[in-house]
């Protein structure tokens, strides 16, 4: 059944570079405590929105590994070999609850309680995606050449690198469908600031007897983007360290952007304008939900937000 659209509802991607704790210029914060505290700095506008009256599903990226995982020696194979739709769904777990205990410390100081679910969120990719067939994100920690050898064989992993160490490389499909969307759009609807899909979701598949997790990761931005199309969003946002995208990013030609029609934003993702480890995938994803009936999706940073949504910030793509 398609859902009506919303025109107060917002899909909201918190990436990482939104996440800047004190000290930081780019990126997560390096320990799990100081991404909680980077979660306190950057949610109060999503707090001040949803008491404007938006309705809210917040898809934040995954939570930093804490110091012990860092440290993880590459012999501990045992942990390392879990699958990883179960690691996605920990990763979920451990997402939604840092941004549920950081709302809550907002909502504590600010004299009110914000409601907060959080959904484990399952994405739907095609069995047969090309991305299975050529993995290409790294994962987990550097081994050695002969202990990557030994893993492919026992394990079937598959490595890359050069020189002495080798990472694994996992598939990175293409989201399908969401089969949570209903009960995502309903947390909202009954005013609940909802949780989802955190560091991109769980990825799975569908057969006959069901649906079974793979060996992949998910973008969190198609996710988002797959997301607020599935949950009839008006409008899709991402937050990001940057007030407004650059064409020429880093160079002496860069030029901030206010507006991208489809036309405009395919043919400079084509010309790869857009860096494709950064705001290119969030491009794409923008462009993917209004070319799906989308009034429009905005990329900027957690402090233009208000000014963004008032038409006066950020970079919107609009048909």
Known sequence: MRLPRDPRLLVVALGGRALQAPGRSTGCPAARAGWVRALELSLPPLVDIGAAGFRIVLVPCGAPLDDADR????SRTAALSRPLDLRAAEAQG???????????TLGRTRGGEVPVAVVLTRVVVAADDPAFARPTRAVGPPYSVATA??????????????????????????????PEAGVI???????????????????????????????????????????????????LVFLTGVDRVEVGHRTARAIGVEHLSLAEARALLAAREFPAASIGPKVQAAVDFVAAGGREAIITSPSALHTALDGRAGTRVVP
């Open 71 to 74: 440290r993880a020696a590459p």
């Open 94 to 104: 451990v997402a939604g609850y840092g941004v549920q205990q950081a709302l809550a």
């Open 149 to 178: 050898r030994r893993l492919a064989r026992d394990l079937g992993w598959t490595f890359a690198g050069n020189g002495a160490s080798r990472r694994r490389v996992v598939p990175v499909p293409q989201p399908r469908r969401i």
């Open 185 to 235: 759009r309903h947390c909202v609807d009954a005013g609940t600031l909802t949780i989802a899909a955190a560091g991109g979701g769980v990825p799975v598949v569908e057969t006959p007897e069901g649906y079974r997790g793979v060996e992949a990761v998910l973008e969190v931005e198609a996710t988002a983007g797959l997301l607020a199309t599935a949950v009839a969003a008006d409008r």
